[in-house]
Every structure is written in C-alpha cells, then in structure tokens.
C-alpha cells in the first residue's frame, strides 16, 4: 500500500515539475542563475550518488572488489574516450560478462 | 523545411504531413531507442529483485516516467526508508526537468494547452533535448508540434514495453548473472559521456563521499545527503571556478554556455 502512495506522490510532484516551466514560463531567463546553475548539478549529483552506491556498497557492506568495478572502469573509460552511451553500455557489460565467464 | 501544411487527406485525424513531422521526430530519437528499452527493463527486472509488486512497477513506469528517480524508489523501498525520504528523494532527482521546462517553454508557447499538458508528460531528458534541438529546423508550431510528438512518445512507449518485458523476465534471469549491475552501468552510460565542466567532477566527488561516508546511515539517506551535497558543492565551485579562471585568462567569467545535461530518461 505504502509503496502505491509513494509512487503516486511521485508521479503527481514529477508531472508538477514537469509542466512548471511551460505553464509559468514564456522566457527562460526569468529562472535566477543560481537555481539555473543549481539544477544543472541535478544530474550528476544524483546519477553520482546512485553509481556510487551500488558500485561499493551492497546491503550496507562493502561490496568486495571485483567484476563490478572493474566492469565500471571500462565503461567510463570508453565513455570518456568515444564520448558515447552505446559505446559506453555495450563495453562495461562485455566486460563485466567476461570477468564473471572468467570468475571474478 | 516548413512548407504550410498541405490539405488534409486524413487518417484517424492525422494528415500525411503530420505524420511525416511524427516520423522525423521518430527518425531523430531513433538511436537512443535502444537504451530507453534496456533501462526499461533493468528497471522491470530491479523491481522484482527487491520484491516490489509487479504491478506497482509498471505503474511506477507508467506514471512517474523517469528512470533514475523510479530506481531510486526502489532502492528507498528495498532499504526500508520512510515513504516521505523515498518521495523527496524522487523529487530531487527529477528537479533537473524544471530545467527542460523552462527550456521548453518558449518553443512550446505557440502549442495548443493540452497540448503541453500532453507533452509535458511525456518529457524524458531524451525527447526534450531532440526537441529543443531541432526547433529551428520546425517554425511552424503545427509541424514542430508533431514533431515534439513523434519523438517524445516512441520513447516512452518503449520504456513501458521495456519495463514489462522486464518484470516478466526478472524472475527467470539467473542470480549468477547479477543483473542488478546495470544500475551503475546505465547510468554510468548516461551520464559521463556528457560530463565536460569541472564542477560537475566536484558535484560528483562530494556525493559520492558523502554515500561512501553515509554507509552505515539508515534508510538510503546516504544517497540522498549525497545528492544534496554533491549539488550543493558542484553550485558552490562552479562561479568561484569561472572566476578565477576569468582572472587567470584575463577574459570575463563564462557563463555557462551549455544550457542542458545530456542525462538518461
């Protein structure tokens, strides 16, 4: 049950958010540079966070090093260098298939 | 580019230019396709590793439309967090569209309202940067409108067959193939092929010691102080930064040039 609220008070904040600068907005400027610049931040933080918490820790213990980070160097290093989601998915999960074939 | 649209022969109310508009908004999100339906299905598949109603988490998809913010409340869930961390937790997460919406704004003005309101659902990070990208290229607002549709609804539609597929296969994929390790690579895929100012290095470094430091926090609020902080940090470097470097370089500070992250649905 309490998993149904929280996904209806997500969705409703998120269409919120969604449509707020469409409804209130003709001109984008009107968004102050610091908000602008905290918003830009948005991403990374959050999608930072997460990797990060998925990659060392698993159910509140270190996660042993292994396949997962090892699997995750390749991928951000070929995103970095080709610059390419693709490129960068399809390299991190080759990588991981093998190091867990090899027994990582 | 913009010829005035033809008279109408249509089908179900769509004209042949409009679906010709649709059409090139498909043609244009057409390469990332792949990614919304493999995130989608990690995401179906991550639903049913933590034992989460398979109907809540196609309603999740269904609903909120936003990935990263959807595994977050999952992982919130799965750790146990209280409903209103899981909520504000999502909400932050997803404050980066307030960007797209400004952004939007002035190239959707033209745009009947419900169909902004439409479109305005459908507004993955994806769809809007097609969007605003290819603007100039649709003046007149009937075209540009089809468009925004073409590319923006495809994309979402993918992301729901994803998700099912994943929710169904969830159950039958083997635990050896630790398929919970297309959380960190997904996003890794999404978001650092993108990463260009240092400030984004900054925001990333302070969330991700705030996490690793927040381990034994209860309730996910690790990552969510890790969120908090990263932004904090990364808002905080990145005028001193610009600064300094307009000092060294004797230019004025860059403001910034690049108006959006290009980060996952």
């Known amino acids: ?27 984008p400027e009107r968004i102050p540079e610091p908000v602008q610049r905290a918003l830009r931040m948005v991403a990374p933080a959050a999608m930072g966070a997460i990797i990060i918490n998925s990659l060392f820790l698993d159910a509140g213990e270190w996660r042993s090093f292994g396949a997962w980070h090892i699997a995750a160097l390749v991928a951000i ?25 090899a027994g990582l | 580019m913009s010829d005035p649209i033809p008279a109408r022969p249509t089908r179900l109310g769509v004209g042949p230019q409009q679906r010709t508009d649709a059409w090139a908004g498909l043609k244009a999100i057409g390469p990332l396709m792949p990614g919304s339906a493999l995130f989608g299905m990690a995401f179906g598949a991550v639903v049913r590793v933590a034992g989460i109603d398979p ?22 869930i799965r750790t146990g967090a209280p ?41 993955t990070d994806q769809a809007a940067v097609v969007s605003l990208q290819n603007a100039d290229a649709y003046p007149d607002p009937v ?10 609804l495809p994309f979402v539609a993918i992301w729901w067959v994803g998700t099912a597929v994943g929710i169904l296969l969830g159950p039958v994929i083997p635990a050896e193939w630790q398929i ?28 991700g010691a705030v996490v690793l430091g927040g381990k034994d926090w209860p309730f996910g ?17 990145e005028p001193w930064w610009d600064k300094r470097r307009g000092a060294r370089e004797g230019n004025d500070p860059l403001p910034g040039t690049d108006p959006l992250p290009e980060v996952g649905p």
Do not use: C, H
């Open chain 2, 221 to 237: 609020l690790n990552v969510f102080f890790g969120i908090i902080a990263g932004i904090t940090a990364g808002a905080m470097f």
């Open chain 1, 1 to 27: 049950m309490t998993v149904w609220l929280i996904l209806i008070a997500a969705a409703i904040g998120t269409y919120l958010i969604r449509i707020s600068g469409v409804v209130l907005l003709r001109d």
């Open chain 2, 143 to 152: 075209r540009r409108r089809w468009f925004t549709v073409g590319a923006a």
């Open chain 2, 55 to 76: 109907w809540a988490g196609m309603f999740a998809s269904v609903s909120v439309v936003a990935g990263a913010s959807q595994i977050a409340i999952v992982e919130a």
């Open chain 1, 77 to 101: 290093a070929v995103a970095l260098w080709r610059r390419s989601q693709g490129w960068s998915m399809l390299a991190g999960a080759a990588a991981f298939a093998v190091l867990l074939i």
């Open chain 2, 180 to 207: 919970g390790f297309i959380v960190p690579l997904m996003f890794i895929a999404v978001m650092v092929p993108g990463l260009k100012r240092p400030a984004e290095f900054v925001t990333i470094l302070v969330a």
């Open chain 2, 83 to 123: 409903a209103i961390i899981a909520v504000i937790t999502a909400l932050i997460i997803n404050a980066r569209f307030a960007l797209y919406s400004a952004a939007l704004a002035p190239i959707w003005a033209a745009f009947p309202r419900r169909w902004r309101f439409g479109l305005a659902y459908l507004m």
